[in-house]
């Protein structure tokens, strides 16, 4: 078979900067009991607490036990214990962007419904009842702590072992601000909530920015990213991050077209990049440092001191830098002599090499071929 041969150019890179803005917070936010104040019995007056920033609130019918009553032995205190018919809990305050909600159950059979939506304590969007189909449910091994009671002694034994039935509700097509958790005919006792919200990513038609976030986020689709690999003191190098995932507290510098991507929790850890450049700045202020270089038009890195730098962003120190610094790719530039020993598999691959399950417009290699999709 006649060898193909592909040599791959890059051309030169212009862009227009009308103005740079990346700015995104991913995480989850726990509600164990430890949030909620402990009562003898069920509380007379509606209840609020705070966690992490956000304001909950939970009714009457909701509480804490602090006595050894809970449900199969638990000791007290570790559980939420809903009161039939009656117990709800939501936030009161919005949290942007909820992309799931997984709630543990501890103990008893009661149905219970999420409601979500984007007005606080509305009960008519988004109805999902634990019990209906599209919910993923399955069994997680927690620690928690037992009771058994000898007369009037009481023996409490830390970090025992039980298999615990979660409940997954998909949130991300809808992604509302708010929910509320309502259990029907019956006593529910659940261990813990866990809410995973998304802040929106937005590239405007400058098309570059720095980005940085407190978690591990999965790189949106037709978003690139790379890290700071070195600098000479009057250039910088990036290099493109190929694993999918941009490590927690890692300043990274983004490119797409503009829009609005949602950068939600990544479900693969990821090892913090060896000998990035960049620094990541998720709280509004300014840098220790007495000078520091953020991104600019061009793209370039220009010198700043002392200014405020936004949360969510990047930037670079580089000692005795000059007061921009330009930018290159650490990327293959030409691609020769590339001989396939199988080209009779039907698969799509782009220009650089990399395998495209669902193609669209634009032109790929597919059996040694250079085909065009329009």
């Excluded at 990036?238 to 890692?250: C, D, F, Q, V």
């Excluded at 691959?349 to 990399?354: A, E, H, K, S, V």
Aim: proline letters at 3%; aromatic letters at 10%.
């Amino acid at each position: 078979m006649k060898q193909k041969f592909l040599r791959l150019t890059l051309m030169g890179i212009a862009m227009m900067f009308m103005g740079i803005s990346a700015q995104a917070q991913t995480g989850t936010i726990t509600i164990t009991s430890e949030n909620l104040d402990g009562t003898s019995s069920y509380p007379t007056t509606d209840q609020t607490f705070t966690v992490d920033g956000v304001d909950f609130g939970y009714n009457t019918g909701v509480y804490r036990p602090t006595a050894n009553n809970t449900p199969s032995g638990w000791a007290g205190g570790q559980v939420i214990q809903f009161k039939k018919n009656s117990g709800k809990l939501y936030n009161t305050s919005a949290i942007a962007n909820i992309v799931k909600v997984k709630i543990w159950r501890a103990s008893g059979t009661a149905h219970f419904t999420l409601y979500s939506g984007n007005s606080a304590k509305t009960e008519d969007n988004g109805i999902v009842d634990n019990a209906k189909t599209g919910v993923t449910s399955g069994t997680e091994t927690v620690k928690y702590s037992t009771y058994s009671k000898s007369g009037k002694t009481v023996t409490i034994t830390d970090n025992q072992d039980i298999d615990l039935t979660y409940f997954e509700f998909d949130l991300s097509s809808s992604k509302p601000s708010y929910f509320n958790i309502a259990v029907g005919n019956g006593t529910l006792y659940l261990y813990k909530i866990e809410i995973t919200y998304a802040v929106p990513m937005t590239i405007t038609a400058a098309e570059w920015a720095s980005f940085s976030s407190t978690s591990e986020v999965a790189i949106p689709e037709g978003v690139k990213a790379y890290y700071a690999s070195s600098s000479d003191g009057s250039n910088v190098t990036l290099k493109e991050i190929t694993t999918g995932i941009i490590p927690a507290n890692e300043g990274v510098v983004i490119n797409g077209t503009a829009n609005t991507y949602y950068a939600n929790s990544s479900a693969t850890s990821a090892a913090n990049i060896t000998g990035n450049l960049l620094k990541p700045w998720t709280t509004a202020g300014t840098p220790s440092e007495a000078t520091y270089y953020t991104l600019a038009a061009g793209p370039t890195f220009k010198q700043s001191i002392g200014g405020t730098l936004a949360a969510g962003k990047a930037y670079l120190v580089i000692p005795d830098g000059a007061r921009e610094l330009t930018i290159s790719f650490d990327e293959t530039t030409a691609i020769q002599n590339i001989e396939r020993a199988t080209v009779n598999d039907n698969r799509y691959y782009t220009l650089d090499g990399r395998e495209v399950k669902n193609p669209t417009k634009g032109i790929y290699i597919v059996n040694g071929k250079k085909v065009v999709i329009k």
